[in-house]
């Protein structure tokens, strides 16, 4: 599965927009493996990977071949966000967008955008793992943007043309009511065209005092990403690492190629420490194996790297405040539907 993941804020708009539509909002997330309680998570992040999910069961709740483009229409505004700030505090839009492009990662690890300064400019889009991408993200992704544009450039900004990189998934006449332009379809590339007097439209909330300041908390954003990247790059080597139990900074560092003081420098400065992340691996596997396997407790022992049975009963004990029998015990006795919804959201939530 890819690693990339998506923000927070696009499957938040996405629930808003389904409801909107009368849409089993919360039905559609559990498919793609979210629990609705974890949406307004703090610096949530979804698994680019469950893009097929969401959209299939968008689709079959639904009942809209054309789902994206009608999810699209109905989602809100991507608003106050760095982005739109970015566009607004600019001078001209064409310089928005050219500082937009350096921090993509705020939106998506997934999504290539680029800007064609040419004599009829265009935003060509692509995904990095174009597995995962489905033509109703593609549709719905460019209505965003058109809307977001035409916000910050009040009402300035409508597409000549686009064309996307599949086959279209509603009557010819739904696409020219919607988008206003031509559009073509399995083309190589999907493209956003635009008028180039656009590129030099000029603000009229233009404060380039500001921009340094949202420039600087962009770049924290983008910090904040790459201490994510680094705690999963950790956990994914320490759980592959836990049978051997002989886990230590050290050697968990070479698997990093990472030189031991700069990964405990790193961990220091995204607020945690090898121990700790270490104890999350061993005890998120623990719970894994008590609730949904019948491995034998010492097998859970071994398996999560302690070296004593009494040392991890006591781990355990102070995690969960029940012995590992007991907590077996406790998740046998829950419906099983509970169980696996929970497993589900810990692989689409990065938190």
């Known amino acids: 599965m890819s690693n990339l993941t998506d923000s ?45 999910e969401f959209w299939a069961a968008a689709q079959a709740l639904s009942n809209d071949p054309s789902i994206g483009l009608h999810l699209g229409e109905n989602m809100p505004i991507y608003k106050s966000q760095i982005f739109e700030h970015l566009l607004l505090s600019s001078t001209t839009f064409g310089e928005g967008l050219r500082r937009m492009g ?59 043309k686009i064309t996307f990189n599949h086959h279209p998934n509603a009557e010819l006449d739904e696409y020219a009511r919607i988008f206003k332009c031509p559009v073509e379809f399995n083309a190589e590339t999907l493209r956003l065209y635009f008028s180039p007097h656009l590129l030099t439209y000029r603000s009229m909330y233009a ?38 139990r002989q886990i230590t900074l050290d050697s968990i560092a070479k698997t990093l190629n990472m030189p031991v003081r700069h990964l405990r420098y790193a961990l220091h400065n995204a607020g945690t420490t090898f121990q700790h992340e270490l104890n999350h691996c ?12 019948d ?47 929970g497993v589900a959201a810990g692989a689409l939530n990065v938190n």
């Open 207 to 244: 404060q380039p005092e500001l921009v340094n300041l949202q420039l600087i908390a962009a770049e924290k954003h983008l910090a904040k990403l790459q201490q994510f990247d680094l705690i999963r790059a950790l956990r994914h080597s320490l759980g592959g690492s836990l049978e051997t």
């Open 295 to 341: 491995e034998n407790i010492s097998d859970v022992v071994f398996l999560t790297g302690f070296s004593e049975a009494s040392t991890f009963y006591r781990a355990f004990k102070r995690w969960e405040g029940m012995t590992p029998n007991a907590y077996r015990q406790f998740h046998r006795s829950k419906p099983s539907a509970d169980h696996n919804e």
């Open 102 to 160: 350096n921090y993509q990662r705020l939106i998506s690890d997934a999504l290539h955008c680029d800007l064609a300064e040419e004599s009829t400019p265009y935003i060509s889009n692509q995904f990095n793992a174009p597995e995962y991408a489905t033509s109703h993200l593609a549709e719905a992704m460019t209505i965003g943007l058109i809307r977001l544009f035409h916000s910050v450039t009040d009402g300035h900004f409508k597409p000549i």
């Open 282 to 293: 061993r005890r998120a596997l623990a719970k894994k194996l008590l609730a949904s396997s």
């Open 8 to 52: 927070g804020t696009l499957v938040r708009m996405a629930y808003h927009g389904l409801l909107t539509l009368g849409v089993d909002a919360d039905a559609v997330l559990r498919c793609a493996g979210l629990e609705p309680k974890k949406l307004y998570n703090t610096h949530l992040r979804t698994q680019f990977a469950a893009q097929p």
